[in-house]
Nanobody, 122 residues
Framework: QVQLVESGGGLVQAGNSLRLACAASGRSFSSSVMAWFRQAPGKEREFVAAISWGGSRVEYADSVKGRFTISRDNAKNTVNLQMNSLKVEDTGVYYC???????????????WGQGTQVTVSS
C-alpha cells in the first residue's frame, strides 16, 4: 500500500520557521517528482514547491520563493520543506504529493498524503 505521511506542522508565530517532512512507503519514489501543496481555509489547494527525482530541478510558487526550500533524500524515501520567515498567509493544510512518472513537465500527481496543519499567528 502506497502511503505519504506528512509531519512537522504546528502553530508558529510570524517570522519563525518550520520544517515539514514527508515519509513515503509502499514503493520507491526515487524516480518520482515530489511536491508540496497547501490549502488555506475557504480556498482551493495550491502548488507550493516541487523537486525532480534527482533533485537537480526545483520549482516554487512565487509567494514562497526565497523563504521555502524543498529537498529530498531518495535513500530514505523522504521529502522535506524548510519554511522560513513564515507569514500569516502561509497558514493552511500542507500536503505531500508524488508522481508515478519521472517527467518534470506535464506532471500528474498520483499519490497524496493526508496533510499536516500549519498555523502562523501574527
Amino acid at each position: 500500500q502506497v502511503q505519504l505521511v506528512e509531519s512537522g506542522g504546528g502553530l508558529v508565530q510570524a517570522g519563525n520557521s518550520l520544517r515539514l517532512a514527508c515519509a513515503a512507503s509502499g514503493r520507491s519514489f526515487s524516480s518520482s517528482v515530489m511536491a508540496w501543496f497547501r490549502q488555506a481555509p475557504g480556498k482551493e489547494r495550491e502548488f507550493v514547491a516541487a523537486i525532480s527525482w534527482g533533485g537537480s530541478r526545483v520549482e516554487y510558487a512565487d509567494s514562497v520563493k526565497g523563504r521555502f526550500t524543498i529537498s529530498r533524500d531518495n535513500a530514505k524515501n523522504t521529502v522535506n520543506l524548510q519554511m522560513n520567515s513564515l507569514k500569516v498567509e502561509d497558514t493552511g493544510v500542507y500536503y505531500c504529493a508524488a508522481t508515478r512518472a519521472t517527467a518534470w513537465t506535464r506532471r500528474v500527481y498520483d499519490y497524496w498524503g493526508q496533510g499536516t496543519q500549519v498555523t502562523v499567528s501574527s
